[in-house]
C-alpha cells in the first residue's frame, strides 16, 4: 500500500504545487474569500469528488462516499488570510507566490494555504491509488476563520453537514504545524470594558485607573504554567445620549482551566473595583461581539473567542494517526501549538468543545512563519503533507487491501 502511495503522490507533486501557488497569489482577506473558493470548487470537480457543495456562508465542500457512509472524517483549511502588515516589510509582493529554492513565497502560505492544498489532493491521491474508503472523506475550505470564534466552521458543521447526514466523527486541521501531530492549544479573549458617566472627569479618571491597574496584571502564571499574553488598545472616546463613555479593549490568553465566563466574571470584578475610587460611573465588560457580512453577502455574528481545547494524545485518533505514520515512513512528532501571538488559533475548539468531534492538526506550514511578513512554505513538506494525510485518511475510513491488514500500522 505505501509504496503504492508514494509513487502516486510524487506523480501528483507538480499539480498541487501548482495548485498551492494558485491559491497563494489570489488574495482573498476575511469577509473576501470568493475567489479563492472559485479556485478550490473548480479543483475539487476536476479531481472528481463524489459531490462538490458550496454553502451559503461560502465554505466550499468536496466529498469521497465510503462504501458504509460512516465514519465520517473532516479534513478542514480555512480559505482566509491575516492581515500582512506594512508591504514594505515584505521582500517580495505580498501575494507574489514566487517559488524559490523549494520555498513558496506569500501571504497564507504558512496558514494556511499550502496546507490547504494538500488537503484537497488528498482525495486525488486516494482516487488515483483506487484505495477503497469504508467511511467518507469530507475536504471543507472554510471562511472567516482569522475573524476569531470561526463561524463558517460553525455554519459548516451545524448547518450544511448536518442537513447533508456527514457529521463528522474525527477532523484534522491543516493550520501549521511542520508535519506534527498537533492535539490542541490554549484560547483568547477579546472583551470590551465601557466606562460611561455624566461627569467627562470621573469616566477619565475610572479609565485611567484601569488601563493602570490592567498593565500591572501582566504577570507570570503559576510554577509549570506559560506567561498570560495580555494586550491592552488605547482607550477610545464615546457620546452616547449626552453621557460620555470611553471604550477600553482587552485582548488577553484563555488558558486551558479559564472558561470565557470565568475570565468575563472575574475582570468584571477587578475594573469594577479599580473604577471604584474615581466617582460614579458605570462599567460595563462584554465579549467582543459584531455583525459581519461574508463574501456571500450573508450576515454572521462574530464572537471574538477562541477557546482553549485539547484531543487526549491518547485517543484512539492520535493513535491510528501516529501508527499510520509512523508504518508509512513519516516522522511522528505530537504536540500542540504555542500560539506565540496573540489572536491566533484554530477552529478545534468550535469543533471538539461545541460539536464533540476529536480534532487533531496536521499541516506543511510552520506556527513561527505566520502573520508575519515574508512568509513561506516549503515545498516539499506540501508534498509530504498530501501524503501523511493519505495515509492517516486510510487508515481512519479506509478498507483494508489485500496483503495488508490492520496489525500493520
Not at 501557488?21 to 479543483?43: I, Y
Not at 479618571?205 to 495580555?230: H, K
Not at 516549503?378 to 501523511?388: D, M, P, Q
Amino acid at each position: 500500500m505505501y509504496p503504492m502511495l508514494k509513487a502516486k503522490n510524487a506523480a501528483l507533486a507538480t499539480e498541487v504545487l501548482e495548485f498551492a501557488r494558485a491559491l497563494v497569489w489570489t488574495p482573498s482577506p476575511t469577509f473576501e474569500e470568493k475567489k479563492v473558493a472559485d479556485l478550490v470548487e473548480r479543483k475539487l470537480n476536476e479531481i472528481g469528488y463524489d459531490r462538490v457543495v458550496r454553502d451559503d456562508s461560502g465554505n466550499v465542500v468536496g466529498i469521497l462516499y465510503g462504501r458504509e457512509g460512516e465514519p465520517v472524517l473532516l479534513l478542514n483549511g480555512h480559505m482566509d488570510t491575516a492581515a500582512p502588515g506594512p508591504e514594505s516589510a515584505w521582500k517580495e509582493p505580498v501575494y507574489s507566490g514566487l517559488s524559490a529554492n523549494g520555498t513558496l513565497y506569500g501571504l497564507g502560505a504558512s496558514d494556511c494555504k499550502g496546507g490547504l492544498a494538500a488537503q484537497v489532493f488528498t482525495g486525488a491521491l486516494l482516487k488515483r491509488s483506487l484505495l477503497p474508503l469504508r467511511g467518507t472523506l469530507v475536504v471543507a475550505a472554510t471562511v472567516a476563520e482569522e475573524a476569531g470564534g470561526s463561524p463558517g466552521v460553525r455554519t459548516l458543521v451545524g448547518e450544511t453537514l448536518r442537513e447533508l447526514e456527514l457529521m463528522p466523527t474525527q477532523a484534522i486541521l491543516c493550520d501549521p504545524t511542520d508535519l506534527g501531530l498537533y492535539y490542541g492549544h490554549d484560547g483568547w479573549i477579546e472583551m470590551d470594558v465601557h466606562v460611561q458617566g455624566s461627569n467627562p472627569f470621573h469616566v477619565r479618571d475610572a479609565a485611567q485607573a484601569i488601563l493602570g491597574g490592567l498593565e500591572q496584571s501582566r504577570r507570570i502564571g503559576d510554577a509549570g504554567e506559560p506567561a498570560e499574553f495580555q494586550s491592552v488598545l488605547p482607550p477610545v472616546d464615546e457620546d452616547h445620549a449626552g453621557e460620555r463613555s470611553t471604550m477600553i479593549r482587552i485582548v488577553r490568553r484563555l488558558l486551558p482551566r479559564e472558561s470565557e465566563n470565568d475570565v468575563l466574571s472575574e475582570t468584571r470584578r477587578s475594573v469594577g473595583v479599580l473604577a471604584r475610587a474615581a466617582g460614579s460611573v458605570a462599567v460595563q465588560v462584554a465579549v467582543r461581539t459584531e455583525n459581519q457580512r461574508l463574501y456571500t453577502g450573508q450576515v454572521t455574528e462574530v464572537r471574538h473567542v477562541t477557546h482553549a481545547w485539547a484531543t487526549d494524545p491518547f485517543h484512539p485518533l492520535m493513535e491510528r494517526s501516529r501508527q499510520a505514520l509512523a508504518a508509512a515512513g513519516c516522522e511522528v512528532r505530537p504536540g500542540k501549538w504555542i500560539l506565540g501571538r496573540l489572536g491566533m488559533g484554530t477552529a478545534g475548539g468550535v469543533l471538539l468543545d461545541e460539536f464533540s468531534i476529536p480534532t487533531i492538526g496536521y499541516g506543511p506550514g510552520v506556527e513561527t512563519k505566520c502573520h508575519t511578513p515574508n512568509e513561506s512554505v516549503s515545498e516539499a513538506r506540501i508534498v509530504e503533507a498530501v501524503y501523511g494525510t493519505a495515509v492517516i485518511a486510510h487508515a481512519l475510513i479506509g478498507v483494508p487491501v489485500c496483503g495488508w491488514t490492520s496489525d500493520e500500522i
